[in-house]
């Protein structure tokens, strides 16, 4: 029996440790090059020395969207639990509506303005119809469009409100993929609206224990943490990983059959430069992540606030700051648009991170780089090429969430040869 392919993996996020366990259950020598002194899957943080910890960010999932994460996870054996959420809509520092997800509570709810409640319930019903019977018109898709229609075409199409789509729709999928209202507009409304026909009606879920996860997901894989890798070069005899670690004097070149580089887009395209006229057409946004001790407490065994502040400025689109009163008695800020120069609330903890910012031309850009087409040589690369492979959050025909991750480091693991335990759960062309 030849022996199986050796694999690189550059990072340890989500993506890069699901594709890790596919591949090392299936016997490859799997290892995972990460620069910090830790896995980057089970992130936590906490405002103080003595205050509790909390995962950053929270990875919550719901529904059939999440088919491939969930098959993982029943396969594990790994627990979760409901999450239950008190919405509240927030116009700078002023509250206009508030809802509870699931409407598991709904007497709360009469506080808002009869009228108010009447115009929401009629758009929402009205949104969640057109997403079933009117789908958005999505190129190389099963429609056969030959257009891609971005979530601000699609409201026009169906006549979907502004007002509706900014103070209600918006904030709550900002909330989700942690990006402004003008980017969100711009995404595929395809994305947004298979996100919602696959959540519909399902509770919020997460993980009870992230570091157990992240532990099962690397046994027996080899980490190699302070690992800067600085370049990822096919050679004549395989893939060559270029790197330095400690303090960074030392550098290091090791040789795999196969690389799955899990990073951002961006750095890829620096690690990879084969790949960079394609990572340099993709949008990235930052975010930021600031937790503090909170002065609200939350009841336990009650809902989970989630405060949706939005603010307008003259010079850019609405942004919305998710504000999750966490039942640990911390506050945890969740603001797209920033950057790491931008000081946050005294005395938190900060953490910046990169977030994909999909559109119908990096759709369309994707599909040939990931598609079963062959239509990604024209780009001089395609996913797999040099047996060199991409996985992450925007390497998916969908919202960049832990699904995307998933699906993409489990087809990656199984293109180089892992066989899974189920089969892949494929909603979308790639």
């Known amino acids: 029996m030849d022996p199986k392919p050796s694999v690189a993996i550059i990072g340890s996020g989500p993506a890069a440790l699901f594709a890790a366990w596919a591949l090392r259950s299936s016997g490859h020598e799997v290892t995972v090059f990460e620069q910090h002194d830790h896995l ?18 929270m ?12 098959r993982v996870l029943n396969h594990l054996g790994i627990a979760t639990r409901v999450h239950r959420f008190h919405y509240r809509f927030l116009q700078g520092m002023a509250e206009y509506f508030q809802f509870f997800s699931n409407f598991h509570r ?11 409640n009447l115009y929401v319930l009629a758009c929402y019903v009205w949104y969640t119809m057109a997403v079933f019977v009117v789908p958005p018109r999505i190129k190389n898709g099963s429609s056969g469009s030959e257009e891609t229609e971005t979530l601000d075409q699609y409201a026009k199409r169906i006549r979907l409100p502004d007002r509706f789509l900014d103070w209600y729709l918006l904030p709550l999928f900002a ?8 980017d969100l507009r711009q995404c595929p409304a395809a994305y947004i609206a298979d996100y919602r026909r696959r959540t519909f009606a399902a509770h919020h879920r997460t993980v009870s224990d992230m570091h157990v996860l992240q532990t099962l997901l690397t046994r027996n894989v080899t980490i190699v943490l302070q690992a800067k890798v600085e370049r990822v070069q096919p050679g004549i005899e395989g893939v060559e990983i270029h790197f330095t670690t400690g303090d960074g004097d030392k550098h290091q070149i090791r040789i795999f059959d196969r690389a799955i580089i899990a990073t951002s887009a961006k750095q890829a395209g620096e690690l990879f430069p084969t790949i ?4 340099s057409r993709l949008s990235e946004g930052r975010v930021r992540i600031s937790v503090t001790e909170s002065s609200h407490r939350a009841n336990a065994g009650r809902s989970e606030t989630l405060v949706l502040m939005t603010q307008v400025e003259d010079t850019s689109s609405p942004v919305t700051h998710a504000i999750h009163h966490h039942p640990s008695g911390l506050d945890v800020v969740v603001s797209p648009g920033f950057h790491d120069a931008e000081k946050g609330p005294a005395g938190a903890e900060l953490i910046y991170l990169n977030r994909p910012l999909p559109t119908s031309e990096s759709h369309d850009l994707l599909y040939e780089v990931f598609g079963t087409a062959s239509k990604g040589r024209k780009l001089g690369w395609k996913n797999g090429d040099y047996g060199i492979y991409l996985a992450g ?9 832990l ?3 998933v699906r993409s480091a489990l087809e990656a693991a199984v293109a180089i040869g892992a066989d899974l ?10």
């Open 393 to 401: 959050g925007y390497a998916s025909a969908s919202l960049p969430l």
């Open 276 to 279: 960079r006229s394609i990572t």
């Open 40 to 57: 980057t899957l089970a992130r936590q943080a906490s405002a103080s020395e003595g205050t509790p910890r909390v995962d950053i960010p």
């Open 59 to 70: 990875r919550t999932f719901s529904g059939a969207y999440y088919a491939n994460l969930f």
């Open 421 to 430: 335990p189920f089969e892949i759960v494929k909603h979308t062309s790639f």
């Open 175 to 182: 909330s989700v993929a942690t990006c402004s209202h003008g």
């Open 403 to 405: 699904e995307a991750c």
């Open 106 to 116: 709904i007497i709360p709810c009469l506080s808002n303005s009869f009228w108010i």
